[in-house]
């Protein structure tokens, strides 16, 4: 990996538990590019149902996940809608923050992707 800068990730995290080892960052990407939208998706649907605590489930899930991609925007919105569920306060956010959520990880995953095929 070169001195590549990018806008929508911050893969130092990754690499600190990857320890030099690219097999193993290479697996942690797979798990980043196939398991996020599938629970964003699921974030999404919950929502629909108004399952407050399932979302808040989902959402506490994904915070170790997302600490991989390093993207501060995500963690923060991913953060927010977690809080949002367990007060049950500010729900009319969820709608944004959920696309919010989407839409810097559908940023972030071009970068992953483009990291992940130079391994």
Same mark, same amino acid.
């Given at each position: 990996m $070169? #001195?590549?800068a990018y806008m929508h990730i911050n893969l130092d995290y990754l @690499? *600190? %538990?990857a320890d030099g080892d690219d097999s193993m960052k +290479?697996? %942690?990407m797979e798990m980043l590019l196939? &398991? *996020?939208p599938v629970e964003i #998706? +699921? %974030?999404k649907e919950v929502h629909r149902t108004d399952d407050l605590d399932e979302l808040s489930s989902i959402s506490h899930k994904m915070k170790s996940t997302l600490a991989f991609? $390093?993207?501060e925007v995500l963690t923060k919105t991913n953060k927010e809608i977690e809080e949002i569920c367990k007060t049950e306060e500010n729900k009319e956010m969820l709608p944004f923050l959920l696309e919010v959520l989407e839409n810097g990880y559908q940023k972030a995953v071009v &970068? *992953? @992707?483009e990291v992940f095929k130079s391994l």
């Open positions: $070169g #001195a590549r @690499n *600190l %538990m +290479k697996i %942690m196939d &398991e *996020l #998706a +699921k %974030m991609v $390093g993207n &970068e *992953l @992707n």
